[in-house]
C-alpha cells in the first residue's frame, strides 16, 4: 500500500474539532473516492496527532470507510380525496421500526376504511430494502397507483394511491413536512379524483374572472357539463368503474384547455370549464370537441364495455348580468334545457342553439 504523506495544514485545520474512538473507523477524506481511515487504538486521540503516527507508525493499517447503510425512508398517507369530507387531509405516519401497515375495513386496520366495498384485509404497507412497498393482499376491488391497477409496487413520493372510493396521496423524503403542508393546501381546492377544481375554488375563480372581465370589458364564457345517465354506469359496473369515468373524463378536458382556464368539479358528474378571453363561437367549438371525445370513448368493466354521452349549456358573459351567479343560473338553464331534449346535446345561449 503507498505511503501516505502529512496532511497539508488546511486539510488539519478543517478537522481539528473531529476526534477518534478506540473501536471506530474515522473518515480522513474530504469524500468518498479519498476516505481513506486510520484505525487506532489510542482512544479519543486529535486528528493531529494521528496525522503525526502516520509517519512515525508507517505500518499502521489503513482501510476504506464501508457506505453507510440509508437512513430509514420516513413516510406518510394522506387522504386527498373521500366521500366523507371529514376525512380529508387525515394523515398517517409511517414508521419504519413498524414495518408493516394493514389497510381496511376490517376492526385492528391501521388504516380502516369503512366502506361497503372495501375488502376486510384490503392492501398492506411494508418497508422493505429501505422502501415502502404497497401490497394488495386480493381485494375484491383492487387497489390502484398513479390511475393503474397494481397488485404489489413499490411507492415514489407523489403516487397518488385509490382505494375503492379514498385517495391517498404518498410523501417521503427530506422535506416530508413541507410536502405535507403543500398536500393539504392542495387537497384544500382541488377534488383528489378528478385534479379538478373543488366547488368552494371554482366559485371563487369564477367570481375572479367576472370583476376582471367587467373591468376591462372582456370576453368570458362558461360550460356546463353533466354526464348522462351516470348513476346506471355506478349502479351497473360499480363506484370503482364509476370513478374511472370521472377521472377519465376530467383528464380528457384538461388535456384540451389551456392554462388560464379552469375546471371545476361542481358535485358528482357536474363540471364547469371557465374561459377567460373566450368569445360564445369558441367556447361552442370546445364542447363540441368534448362532445365527440366522450362519445368515442369507451371503458371495459368485468368484460362488460362502458359508453356515456355528455349534455353541455354553453353561455358567454353579457351587459344584462350583474352577478357571477347570473352566469352560471343561465348556463344552468341551457345544461337543463339540452338534458330535456333528449340529453346527448350541446344547447347554447343564442336562437336555434341545440345541437345534437
Not at 161 to 171: A, L, N, P, R
Not at 251 to 270: A, D, K
Request: hydrophobic share 40%.
Amino acid at each position: 500500500m503507498p505511503q501516505v504523506n502529512r496532511a497539508t495544514p488546511a486539510v488539519a485545520q478543517l478537522v481539528r474539532c473531529l476526534w477518534f474512538d478506540a473501536t471506530e473507523n474515522v473518515r480522513l477524506g474530504s469524500g468518498p473516492s479519498d476516505a481513506l481511515l486510520v484505525k487506532s487504538r489510542r482512544s479519543h486521540m486529535p486528528l493531529e496527532t494521528a496525522d503525526r503516527l502516520r509517519v512515525t507508525e508507517p505500518n499502521l493499517p489503513l482501510i476504506r470507510t464501508p457506505v453507510p447503510p440509508p437512513p430509514p425512508r420516513l413516510g406518510s398517507l394522506v387522504i386527498v380525496h373521500s366521500n366523507d369530507l371529514r376525512e380529508v387531509c387525515r394523515r398517517y405516519e409511517l414508521d419504519p421500526l413498524v414495518g408493516r401497515y394493514a389497510i381496511g375495513r376490517a376492526e385492528g386496520c391501521a388504516v380502516l376504511l369503512d366502506h361497503p366495498r372495501v375488502s376486510r384485509a384490503h392492501a398492506h404497507l411494508e418497508y422493505r430494502e429501505g422502501e415502502w412497498w404497497l401490497v394488495d393482499d386480493g381485494s375484491t376491488n383492487g387497489t390502484v397507483v398513479n390511475d393503474v391497477p397494481a397488485e404489489v409496487r413499490r411507492l415514489s413520493s407523489g403516487d397518488c394511491i385509490q382505494i375503492v372510493g379514498t385517495v391517498f396521496k404518498y410523501i417521503a423524503g427530506s422535506d416530508i413536512e413541507g410536502q405535507y403542508f403543500a398536500t393539504i393546501r392542495t387537497a384544500m381546492i382541488t377534488d383528489g379524483l378528478t385534479r379538478a377544481l373543488t366547488h368552494a375554488a371554482f366559485r371563487e375563480r369564477l367570481d375572479s374572472e367576472f370583476r376582471r372581465s367587467r373591468r376591462y370589458r372582456r370576453p368570458l364564457s362558461l360550460v356546463l357539463i353533466d354526464l348522462d345517465y351516470f348513476k346506471q354506469v355506478n349502479d351497473s359496473h360499480g363506484h370503482l368503474t364509476g370513478d374511472t369515468v370521472l377521472r377519465d373524463f376530467a383528464g380528457m378536458i384538461l388535456s384540451r384547455v389551456r392554462r388560464e382556464e379552469s375546471l371545476g368539479r361542481l358535485g358528482g358528474e357536474e363540471f364547469a370549464i371557465l374561459l377567460p378571453e373566450t368569445e360564445l363561437a369558441g367556447a361552442k367549438v370546445l364542447a363540441r370537441d368534448l362532445q365527440d371525445r366522450v362519445r368515442a370513448a369507451r371503458w371495459e368493466a368485468s368484460g362488460a364495455t362502458v359508453q356515456i354521452t355528455a349534455s353541455f349549456g354553453v353561455v358567454s358573459l353579457t351587459a344584462a348580468m350583474s352577478a357571477p351567479e347570473a352566469l352560471l343560473e343561465r348556463a344552468d338553464a341551457l345544461l337543463y334545457a339540452a338534458k330535456g331534449a333528449g340529453r346527448n346535446r350541446m344547447v347554447a345561449d343564442e336562437p336555434d342553439a341545440s345541437e345534437g
